[in-house]
């Protein structure tokens, strides 16, 4: 089937009978044409013109494959890989904010006469409110693109640290961390857009690369927050974060095109309708326009609430959201404890911030053993086609070895943070183990995910963002008295050895949804429609989207 941009340069095509767009320049008889008709197979001549002006029942819907290679997906892969980067920057930047603002606690209570207990809320609350974040700008970024909604998140957030490093009471801190966090768009548009330039069965190197962005940009906040709190005023925890977030935006802005494929066709669309290519051609968000399916409250509403129904009605997406939160949880209660830990050696600050840096290097030892495990799902897949098992499952293969190791780490670091004459290194050790399985964890669960929601990625992965970073914040607070008022002198290895306990319980539902995936995608109702739809129309995936939840419901 021939692409519409591949067809022979004006002047030297055959009008063909039954033609419609071959028809351009003469009167068409507009009872002949039928919304159903294809583009694929049809032709025109450019700057000739249909006298008649096209009515809505007319239309010819433009799909992904008639301009597949004008789309993101044929981008150079300097091109992919220079978006990628800058988009791994964005997201470490919204993450940092996340955890430096915890070097300012001293400052802040000291400053405004408050406990530290009280100065963690202004933590807590950036997590609780990204969580919410993460939910609510995701379909906007599908109905309206991701460029101007990433933009328009940046700036927000760059906007409300601006109250808070100036703030002269803590009102104003919990105020405007509150309203940062909750425009952050976070991983749930960042991860859409690699649905935008790859397709599934490539998207998984992608994704390991930016989910390192996102667990990484955590951990860089502590490392360098140990040297902004010896050195720097606690204002300047605030101040970087606005100088790293506007260097990101600028890059962002300048150097990332638009990828949402809808908008790009209704573009190319509107372009050949315009050059006279052919007046009846439309895109699929044209479309929705044009059926009044778009603008209405009531279709906002459904947009806005789609994360949230998803998490609620979809098992893949409660279940892996859940794993995937709590998981995240446990491991952030346990860095909690870092300060504690590392003071019984007399640790400096700046050292204490650098004992993130074993976890770091977990990260990267976990991205680096997901490279061959892909090699291996791409070989089942491909000699596999049809095994639903091998194209969805076999995604959550590598995670079988690695998910062990939350318990594992957690038990090392439990029983070698008591202090001397134990050596240090047995905690960092344990970190390490530690950091593996959160990354392996969270790119494991994103992975199964986008390949299930295909377009609607960014909304299901929404939900594990959600999870992850609500029980995060609802348990900062909590988490100092948790390590210091549970087992009496031994109150760290007790507490740890807690956390190791309900480590153990989410292993296993890993297996649980390794053997039982079929039988939860079989319920996922919004999953099984995309994979209909598919079935049915190969372009369906990038065609009108089916915005409204009642359309798949």
């Known amino acids: 089937m ?103 606690l001293g400052g802040i209570s000291d400053e405004f006469g408050i406990s530290l207990q009280t100065a963690r809320w202004g933590a807590a609350i950036y997590l609780i409110t990204y969580a919410f974040g993460c939910e609510l700008w995701a ?107 506007g260097f990101v935006q600028l890059l962002h802005l300048f150097f990332v095109p638009e990828t949402r494929c809808t908008l790009l066709i209704d573009k190319i669309a509107k372009e050949r309708r315009e050059s006279g290519m052919c007046v009846h051609v439309y895109g699929p968000g044209e479309i929705s326009v044009l059926r009044n399916e778009r603008f209405s409250w009531k279709e906002l509403m459904h947009t806005w609430f789609r994360p949230f129904h998803m998490f609620v009605k979809e098992p893949i997406v409660l279940t892996l959201s859940l794993l995937s939160g709590f998981s995240d949880a446990l491991i952030f209660m346990q860095i909690q404890s870092f300060v504690l830990v590392y003071n019984q050696w007399g640790f400096s600050k700046v050292q204490i911030g650098l004992a993130f840096i074993p976890i770091g290097l977990g990260y990267i030892i976990a991205w680096l053993s997901f490279l061959p495990a892909f090699k291996r799902n791409e070989r089942e897949r491909n000699l596999k086609p049809h095994d639903e098992h091998a194209q969805y499952e076999s995604r959550l293969w590598w ?91 031994r109150h760290l290895e007790i507490a740890n050895t807690i956390l190791f306990g309900i480590s153990l319980l989410l292993v296993a539902a890993v297996y649980v949804v390794y053997s039982y995936g079929p039988t939860l995608r079989k319920k996922s109702v919004f999953a099984q429609q995309l994979v209909k739809k598919a079935t049915e129309d190969p372009d369906s995936g990038q065609s009108r989207p089916p915005s409204r939840i009642s359309e798949l419901y």
């Open 139 to 245: 379909p906007w970024s599908e109905e309206y693109g991701r460029k101007r909604i990433l933009q328009t998140s940046l700036l927000l957030v760059n906007i409300w640290c601006i109250p808070v490093a100036l703030a002269r009471n803590f009102a104003t801190i919990l105020v405007g961390r509150a309203l940062g966090g909750l425009s952050c768009a976070g991983g749930s548009v960042t991860l859409g857009m690699i649905a935008d330039m790859y397709e599934p069965a490539h998207q998984q190197i992608p994704v390991a690369y930016i989910v390192f962005s996102s667990v990484g940009g955590s951990v860089l906040g502590p490392i360098i927050g140990g040297f902004v709190e010896t050195y720097l005023d606690w204002r300047w925890c605030i101040w970087i974060q606005l100088i790293f977030g």
């Open 399 to 489: 995670l079988l070895w690695v998910a062990p190791c939350l318990p594992i780490g957690l038990i090392i670091f439990a029983w070698t943070c008591s202090g001397p004459p134990i050596h240090w290194i047995g905690t960092m050790v344990g970190s390490a183990i530690i950091g593996i399985a959160n990354y392996s964890i969270y790119m494991a669960t994103i992975d199964y995910m986008m390949c299930a929601y295909g377009p609607y990625s960014a909304s299901a992965t929404g939900g594990n963002g959600w999870a992850r970073d609500f029980l995060a914040g609802v348990l900062t607070v909590p988490a100092t008295p948790f390590f210091t008022n549970i087992g009496g002198k």
């Open 2 to 104: 021939p692409d519409l941009h591949d067809l022979p340069p004006p002047g030297g095509l055959e009008k063909e009978e039954g033609d419609i767009c071959s028809h351009v320049g003469e009167d068409v008889d507009a009872d002949t044409l039928h919304p159903s008709d294809s583009v694929s197979n049809r032709h025109w001549r450019a700057g000739e013109r249909v006298r008649e002006k096209p009515r809505p029942e007319i239309w010819i819907e433009l799909k992904k494959n008639d301009v597949y290679d004008l789309l993101p997906y044929s981008y150079t892969k300097f091109k992919k890989w220079t978006i990628l980067t800058i988009i791994f920057l964005v997201q470490t930047s919204m993450n940092f904010n996340t955890s430096l603002y915890s070097n300012g």
